[in-house]
């Protein structure tokens, strides 16, 4: 492992000025799970580490009708907030099953989004909510779309100077339910494919379904074709084997050391079909 | 670049001058000299490393030295009473058979620690899903789970 200086900034002010010091040779670093395993592997090999944990702008989980996620939230605080478990299940459900309670009693919520896996188990039921990335930065701030944000295999828009302030999650109308479901070896490896459902249903009817899947494309992917099936119908046995044959054509997986390509396109339809069901169910 | 961190191990004030790129886990061995705490994967896979920090359990292989200051570390060895008496964890794996080869054990414990600590009656379910972060491959899994199951009862004895 190559050598590193640490910094341990308290105001975002402080950060922009280290990384502007050593733009191009440091990097943020939130809980390191994922950047220290790197490190290591010398897959990067920073100068600098510069630590985001202790910047307060960057903590703290406020509702307000929706919720605003500190980036810094450790994702056990998640896994234990109450409003998360009943008002954005598939975000909950995903949070208990990512990683180890080890892993998840140091990563953050921001980490495990700007890290840009296409396995990300936050992204799917983050995609399906409609979340929304607070991005602060040296040159001042912006909101983008969780869609906008990842941009490949470990890349995102961020421009390495720039950090992710807060992952912003409005709240859902009545009649909401929500689901994510991950298949691994054990669920706390990392996902073979992962997958979210959100429906609002209105008299057996499907008003509105957003649906997205992990570790089957480039980047965590919202299945824009498949959610138009859905909507205005009721969702009935034949239009969940309809949507099964949907998600499998709009998936783009690659084989690799985990599974196969194939395994991952006929199971992202399964899994979607199943995140529909449940969260039909959880709506009532 | 270097660092005098200050920080609680095992219930004692202790300072070390750190280099910025070491990991909880070599302060611990290398500075302390406290060998209770394994490196495993080095990867947050294998769980050998669980420490306590702030009465949490982590994997001090990933966890940044100078993230250590002014925190309250417990490792294996700080689970021992004044007089050298067992934990009830500790207790529980010994008359259980929850050990083989031993590598994992002290990960497993704090784990275990933890994890009571949180729950002090933990169904089989939340057993297993608190130690899904510890790895043993002697596969003594059924033990394991036994051990914990029994020192929840001795914990509550003792605190009832």
Redesign the interface.
Known sequence: ??????H?PESLKEAYGLMEKQKGRARY?AG??DV??RV?QRAIEPEA?I?L?HISDLRGVHWNGGLRLGSMTIL?DLERDEGTARDFKALHQAVRVL?????R??ATIGGNLANAAPSADCAPPLLVLGAKVEIDGPGGGRVVPLEAFFTGPGQTCLDGTEVIKSVIVPGVEKGTGTAFLKDGR?S?DIALINAAALVVMEGGVCKACRLAAGAVAPVPLRLKETEKAIEGREITPDVLEEIKGLAEKEVSPITDVRTTAEYRRIMSGVLIKRAVEQAARAAG | ?KKLITFTLNGYEVSAEV???R?LLEVLRDTFDFKGTKPGC???EC?AC?VLVDD????SC???A??I?GKSVTTIEGLIDEGNKLHPVQESFVAHGGIQCGFCSPGMIM?AT??LRENPSPSDGEIK??I???LCRCTGYVQIVESIRDAAERLQENAG
Do not use: C, W
């Open positions: 492992m190559k050598k590193f200086d640490y341990m670093i390191g799970t220290i395993v290591k580490l630590s944990r056990r990683a180890n309670p080890q892993v009693n140091v054990v706390q | 670049m280099e910025s790129h990991m080095g990867q947050g769980g669980t949490v359990n982590v994997d990933l966890y940044p100078f993230e200051e784990s933890a994890l899903a608190g899904s972060g510890n």
